[in-house]
């Protein structure tokens, strides 16, 4: 298989929609992707087994590395790996997985706790190995941390010899199979030295040469996930012997040359963290693959929409079936919803990346990675009820892609995990979210938009102040009570806290538009999307004294009217969103001519004298 790359032309009409979502310097951040997508090893293959679709993504791996300049280079790049789950994750969801492992988790890691080992990365860069990373086990998932697969320290041997000390204890999920070839792991486990824990680091680990595990090593393949295929494991080792340098230092701990432990880090929570950096960057990547999957629906299903025809009312002609309120409403507030996602997305992504206030930061990626794979879920299964039964195929994706994005949200710490954590840091904050309602008090104007992102800067507070109502009522000395009284306001102001968050970004991106469509359909969008999330909460508003009873009664219409502004326009929308010709013809749905996916080349109708003859009604 091999990949010739050729440079996409640009649509002038669609280009600052694009650069919304893209970012402003998308040809080249995202053009190399978008390129690589649009060759031949990349269509979408028809009649595979499960194995032949896992080789596939395995075939698909080296066909990218052989394309890149540099695999370090790439796994150095938070923006690069993101743009590749971006623009893969529609195509290939197995592809996605085992590239976001062996470049970020794998060789991200290896690459960030490079000074103590000096480990020769040639065997990964070229994939004679691939890497994969193995962290959470049967009993520990989202409680990592507390991971049971130990690494002691031999003296006499200089290393490490690793061992999995009850079921418990197998790391879960990993693709730690010989398919696709040899395999190495970076494996957490517990450091003990001369009896001492010093808590978790990850421990370079060979797994498998080409047919079979590496002595000491145990692997089992797990039930077919169902979706696309990846070769998920339960993996464990006895008494498996390392070298030193196979341990990852670095300042948050090593093993010094008089096998004596060091690290600046007291906290052995810490250290793990330290050593597990790169599961910051996999939720980006996550967003990022959701982000790109539910754009490729939501234009999959516009496109049908327009060439689906149904029948009209009392006899008149054929409609498309978005012609219905029914239809277009979903997919207008579905477009409303993706291009937010898209605009959180990048902020989280830029915020992180410029490096002030590290937790803040974190936090705001964590809140996104949860928010946005949620949306993406719901967006998905929307266009895949307007596509019928047709979406139901795998042959249109849409079913692959809906488990793709449960994959995204439950991996690099499940959602409701990381958004509870984010709930507890801001809850204890010193100070509640967002400006008051309005300058003079009281409620404002509803075609203000300084006002509608006031309001969702005023659910936040509410539903935190809430919590803090809630969590005061809850008995003393019982921090787990004390959590469950408080934990349900305080998710809803997580949420709320990512509404703004995208509300916000959408603000910033219709003020750096010039004047013109483009700035208009962007206006209308944000407001969609902001009329929408206040109209579900205008109780609450209304309780508060931020809304009037008029205003509330009001939401309906004026929500009513954007759906109609916004459907007006949505292939334009869709085109803004950049997605390759090659793509789009994959999917059969997406085509005008779609019924020539089941054409039947031996069917009575192939020749003349079977043909029946049918009135054209459009």
């Known amino acids: 298989m091999t990949a010739t790359i050729d440079s996409p032309s640009a649509e002038p009409s669609t280009d600052l929609l694009t650069g919304v979502l893209l970012g402003y310097n998308h040809r080249r951040e995202h053009g190399f992707w978008q390129r690589l997508i649009s060759t031949e090893p990349f269509r979408r293959p028809e009649h595979r087994t499960t194995e032949e679709r896992l080789d596939l ?9 052989d394309c890149l300049d540099s695999g370090a280079r790439l796994a150095a790049d938070h923006r690069a790996l993101a743009a590749l789950h971006e623009w893969l994750g529609p195509v290939d969801p197995a592809l996605t997985t085992v590239a976001g492992i062996h470049y970020n988790l794998f060789l991200g890691s290896l690459l960030d706790h490079g000074d103590d080992g000096h480990h020769d990365l040639s065997d990964f860069l070229r994939l004679r190995r691939i890497g994969t990373f193995l962290c959470t086990e049967v009993a520990h998932g989202n409680d990592a941390a507390a991971v049971e697969t130990t690494a002691e320290y031999d003296r006499e041997r200089d290393g490490f010899v690793l061992r999995t000390p009850h079921a418990g204890a197998q790391k879960f999920m990993p693709n730690t199979s010989p398919a696709g070839g040899p395999k190495t792991g970076l494996v957490a486990a517990r450091l003990l030295v001369d ?186 299964v929307e266009c895949r009820e307007r596509c019928g039964a047709q979406a139901l195929l795998e042959n249109n994706g849409m079913s692959e892609l809906l488990t ?53 800067a005023e659910l936040e507070r509410i539903w935190f102040g809430r919590a803090r109502e809630r969590i005061g009522l809850a008995p003393l000395g019982d921090p787990l009570a004390r959590w469950n009284a408080a934990s349900g306001p305080a998710l809803r102001g997580v949420e709320a806290h990512a509404q703004r968050q995208a509300a916000e970004a959408y603000t910033v991106a219709v003020a750096e538009l010039p004047e013109g469509p483009a700035r208009e359909r962007l206006d209308e969008l944000r407001r969609l999307f902001a009329l929408d999330r206040i109209a579900r909460n205008s109780g ?79």
Request: glycine letters at 12%; aromatic letters at 6%; a neutral charge.
């Open 195 to 380: 009896g001492a824990d010093h808590g978790v680091f990850l421990f370079l680990v060979p797994l498998t040469d080409a047919e079979q595990p590496l002595p000491g090593v145990r692997i089992r393949r797990l039930p077919t996930r169902t979706g696309s295929p990846v070769d998920h494991c339960l993996t464990s080792f006895d008494r498996v012997f390392v070298g030193r340098a196979a341990l990852l230092g670095g300042d948050h701990g090593r093993i010094g040359a008089d096998g004596e432990f060091s690290s600046t880090i007291d906290n052995r929570r810490r250290r793990f963290l330290a050593s597990i950096g790169r599961v910051t960057s996999g939720k980006i990547s996550m967003t990022a693959c959701a982000v790109g999957c539910a754009r490729a629906t939501l234009a999959v299903a516009v496109r049908y929409g327009g060439h689906r025809y149904i029948s009209g009312p009392r006899g008149s002609r054929p409609v498309p079936v978005i012609a219905h309120r029914s239809h277009h409403g979903p997919l207008a507030s579905a477009t409303a919803t993706v291009f937010a996602m898209s605009l959180l997305h990048r902020r989280a992504l830029d915020r992180w990346e410029r490096g002030g206030q590290p937790e803040e930061a974190e936090r705001l990626v964590a809140v996104a990675k949860g928010w946005i794979t949620w949306q993406a879920r719901a967006v998905i």
């Open 57 to 65: 993504a395995y075939e698909r791996l080296r066909v990218l590395n």
């Open 404 to 456: 793709g994005v449960e994959g995204a949200i439950t991996a690099e710490g499940d959602n409701v995990a990381i958004h509870a954590k984010a709930a507890a840091e801001m809850l204890f904050a010193a100070a509640p979210a967002g400006p008051g309602p309005s300058p003079g008090g009281g409620p404002g104007d509803l075609d203000d938009p300084g006002f509608l992102g006031r309001l969702l």
């Open 540 to 618: 609450d508003l209304l309780a508060a004294g931020l809304l009037t009873a008029d205003q509330v009664n009001g939401l309906p219409d004026r929500v009513e009217a954007l759906i109609t502004a916004v459907a007006a326009h949505l292939p334009g929308l869709v085109e803004s969103f950049a997605l390759p010709p090659e793509l789009l013809a994959d999917w059969p749905i997406a085509g005008a001519d779609y019924v020539a996916a089941y054409d039947d080349p031996d069917a009575a109708w192939q020749t003349d004298g079977g043909r029946a003859t049918v009135p054209d009604e459009r």
